[in-house]
């Protein structure tokens, strides 16, 4: 599998998109003192922004689409954007899906992104110069999981504080469970794995390398 790949919610896209817009947005606060001139309050990132513009063709035949399970007319891929759209109002979870992009070469991969998204919104452009192909502008926002906090009051008038979080994998495990924006290249090079990340998916039977997602286990060799 050679060039870009781009999958959502476990579905490859047909075209790779002409650009992919990627914003991460600082959270830095810069005030200015009367006599010390401005400061810089530096603060984690926030949340990755994503914008894409993917070609859904009308008819088959274009050699620059690929079709792993057959061609697909547009109102599939549309489904399922109304479908991701759609599940989060019932619940946020189900909203939250899978944006993957494989960048292979034929010296070997360069890197995957891989991160949580949900779908905030799309919007159908259609244009006479596309004949009957569809334009679908997607855009999609990272999403973290987060833990509520439970307050035990004590009569001394203390409190103590319980916070779940979701915590990453030790570097001496000789198993990993997959988190969100985890790559099989970036594991590979973290475990110094002989190999690189081909000997993780052979070792676990992995048929895609690039196709991964949060929750699941796999053996380091």
Request: hydrophobic fraction near 40%; glycine fraction near 6%.
């Given at each position: 599998?050679?060039?870009?790949?781009?999958?959502?919610?476990?579905?490859?896209?047909?075209?790779?998109?002409?650009?992919?817009?990627?914003?991460?947005?600082?959270?830095?606060?810069?005030?200015?003192?009367?006599?010390?001139?401005?400061?810089?309050?530096?603060?984690?990132?926030?949340?990755?922004?994503?914008?894409?513009?993917?070609?859904l063709p009308a008819h088959p035949g274009y050699p620059f689409a690929v079709y792993p399970e057959g061609f697909q007319p547009p109102e599939h891929y549309l489904t399922i954007l109304l479908n991701l759209k759609q599940r989060v109002k019932d619940d946020v979870?189900?909203?939250?899906?899978?944006?993957?992009?494989?960048?292979?070469?034929?010296?070997?991969?360069?890197?995957?992104?891989?991160?949580?998204?949900?779908?905030?919104?799309?919007?159908?452009?259609?244009?006479?110069?596309?004949?009957?192909?569809?334009?679908?502008?997607?855009?999609?926002?990272?999403?973290?999981?987060?833990?509520?906090?439970?307050?035990?009051?004590?009569?001394?008038?203390?409190?103590?504080?319980?916070?779940?979080?979701?915590?990453?994998?030790?570097?001496?495990?000789?198993?990993?469970?997959?988190?969100?924006?985890?790559?099989?290249?970036?594991?590979?090079?973290?475990?110094?794995?002989?190999?690189?990340?081909?000997?993780?998916?052979?070792?676990?039977?992995?048929?895609?390398?690039?196709?991964?997602?949060?929750?699941?286990?796999?053996?380091?060799?």
């Open positions: 599998m050679n060039g870009y790949d781009v999958f959502l919610d476990k579905t490859r896209f047909p075209v790779t998109p002409k650009k992919l817009d990627v914003r991460i947005r600082g959270k830095n606060n810069t005030l200015n003192l009367i006599n010390d001139g401005e400061i810089n309050f530096l603060k984690l990132p926030g949340l990755t922004d994503i914008n894409v513009d993917f070609l979870m189900n909203g939250v899906t899978q944006f993957i992009v494989s960048r292979v070469t034929p010296r070997g991969m360069l890197f995957d992104t891989n991160l949580r998204v949900s779908v905030e919104d799309y919007q159908i452009l259609e244009d006479h110069r596309e004949g009957q192909d569809v334009v679908v502008r997607v855009k999609l926002k990272q999403y973290k999981n987060f833990a509520t906090k439970t307050i035990e009051t004590q009569e001394s008038g203390s409190a103590v504080v319980n916070v779940t979080r979701e915590t990453a994998n030790a570097p001496q495990a000789r198993s990993v469970t997959i988190q969100s924006g985890d790559t099989l290249w970036a594991i590979a090079k973290r475990y110094n794995v002989q190999g690189g990340y081909m000997a993780i998916a052979q070792a676990n039977n992995i048929s895609n390398p690039h196709l991964i997602f949060p929750g699941q286990v796999f053996t380091i060799p």
